[in-house]
């Protein structure tokens, strides 16, 4: 009998997917662990997602993180999601059982777990400017709450898209509030760049003032080069960190919640980051 005949199969849902290094991920969290299960990835058509999961299902899976463009698809087609799935409005974890598939969002967690315990840098009762009111934002807004911040910021290009996920948060403990950029200027301890424009090589219009010395600029956009945010955060002072220990973290987290076991990042961590 093959381990793939007995091992437990989850998939990593997406289009695009071949560029998905979750497969490598996994496996080094398996093998060390000792669990075993094989993860592959799964190309759905644009308009099939909740078919591809069902046909996953019905092959014996037991569960799917999900990549874009399907993460809403996700959130709807959960029977039962987690608070924090709820908080976010998306789902990247799906869990598959004889209960039904159940939603989570393991983003925000990752993030939270890489700026304290990789980067070091402690949340409880700091500032943090969280840039961009799109879904990446939104996903790390409970988690950043949950560590007991001192107040949260929300800054967008437009307004009033801030204002709203700002109000939706409004019953927090911690005060959750929107500004626009030009109204920045006071130092954060924590900036997080949740806006795709590292992508294209811009640069949210940040008030210099935002920064200090003892700044955590935080870029979710990674590569082999530090991006224009993390640049331009380096030039007025403040230190800085990628987004490759928020995805490693956060397939971590996903690993958790099917397993039960959590694995030791920080080999996978170099390793990735070797391979890029």
Known sequence: MTLESVADRYAV???????????????????????????????APIDRFAERVHGFIAQGGRG????????????ALAQALTPRAQAAGAVNTLSF???GIKGD????????????????VPLRDRSVLLLGAGGAARGV?????????????????????????AQQFSHSDVPVSSAAFEQLDQPFDVI????????????????????GPQTLAYDMMYGAQPTIFMQHAVGHGAKVRDGLGMLIEQAAESFFVWRGVRPDTAPVYQWLRGQL
Request: no cysteine; proline share 7%; net charge negative.
């Open 141 to 165: 807004i409970l988690p950043l709450i949950e560590a007991h911040i001192a107040g949260l910021v929300i800054a967008n290009r437009t307004q009033s898209r801030a204002m709203e996920l």
């Open 192 to 211: 997080i760049n949740a806006t795709s424009a590292s992508l294209d090589a811009a640069l949210p219009p940040l008030p210099d003032g935002v920064f």
């Open 13 to 43: 849902i997406g289009n695009p997917i071949e560029h998905s290094k979750s497969p490598q991920v996994h496996a080094l969290f398996a093998q060390q662990t000792g669990q075993a299960m094989q993860y592959e990835r799964l190309l």
């Open 64 to 75: 799917a993180n999900v990549t874009v463009p399907f993460k809403l698809e996700a959130f």
């Open 105 to 120: 969002n393991t983003d925000g967690m990752g993030l939270v777990r890489d700026i304290t315990r990789n980067a070091g």
């Open 97 to 99: 059982s004889a209960e």
